[in-house]
């Protein structure tokens, strides 16, 4: 394979599959020499692939240890929630108070869809998610802010896109998010911005606590952060199964 093949953006695109994936875990050191050779490249492509994960707080990069898959609980994911939460309330406010009728319609059949999909049992927390995509993706228009949208956007890239599927783990996470899209939808159709960034606001907090919960209750996948490379060996259990479980709607017991 030739050098070049694989841009910085190509090799970070990469990495935050195998974050989603869990074939990467939180706590999980990333060798530059590792990367270059799975990727044909030479250090430096990989070394800007690490720090445009580090910019969206999927890793941390320590001066003379290297860099590390971040977690959701660790302080510069918590600062990037927070961040995302503010915006996404904000959106939630413009929209209700700038929302046209083809574009609640629009809002209320996606809306309909989450419904359908959260009764379902065999629903799967990816399915759900990128219903959730589609329905703030009416929202983020309605709000007629490209500048926010584009902000959040950012931000959802990183941590939301590779964790949010953990905050619907399972039916009954998908049914208490379907409520809390619902509620929203109310209130933007009663053209109430107050109430609809009260809710956006909870409904984020609620998911980011439903997923750093589940993260924490999975066997070998959250470690404490400490700048240190993570042992492992032949004896230590192997999370992918456990994420795939999880990822298909079902709880692993600790």
């Known amino acids: 394979m030739n050098e070049g093949r694989f841009t910085p953006p190509d090799i970070a695109r990469a990495v935050r599959g195998m974050i989603v994936s869990g074939e990467l875990r939180p706590g999980d050191h990333l060798s530059t020499i590792d990367l270059a ?3 044909c490249v030479s250090r430096g492509p990989v070394r800007e692939a690490l720090r445009l994960l580090e910019s969206r707080a999927l890793v941390r990069i320590l001066p003379r240890k290297g860099a590390f898959v971040n977690s959701l609980q660790d302080d510069e994911v918590g600062v990037t929630m927070e961040a995302r939460e503010f915006i996404f309330a904000a959106m939630a406010e413009l929209a209700a108070q700038r929302i046209s009728r083809s574009q609640l319609a ?3 059949r996606e809306l309909q869809q989450l419904a359908r999909l959260a009764a379902a049992p065999a629903t799967t927390p990816n399915e759900f998610k990128l ?3 589609a329905f703030v993706s009416v929202l983020y228009r309605a709000a007629r802010n490209p500048r926010l949208h584009q902000i959040i956007r950012d931000l959802s890239e990183g941590v939301g896109h590779a964790f949010g599927h953990l905050s619907m783990a399972t039916q009954e996470m998908r049914q208490a998010e379907y409520e809390a899209y ?3 939808t109310d209130a933007v159709a009663d053209r109430d911005p ?3 960034g009260d809710l956006a606001r909870r409904m984020h907090a609620a998911g980011v606590a439903r997923a750093t919960q589940l993260q924490a209750a999975i066997p070998q ?3 404490e952060f400490k700048g240190k490379r993570r042992r492992s060996g032949r004896s230590e259990p192997r999370t992918q ?4 479980t999880v990822r298909n709607g079902a709880v692993p017991r600790a």
């Open 37 to 39: 050779a799975r990727f």
């Open 106 to 108: 629009d809002l209320r």
């Open 131 to 133: 219903a959730t995509y």
């Open 182 to 184: 619902r509620l929203l």
């Open 194 to 196: 107050r109430r609809a």
């Open 221 to 223: 996948a959250v470690i």
């Open 241 to 244: 199964p456990v994420l795939s």
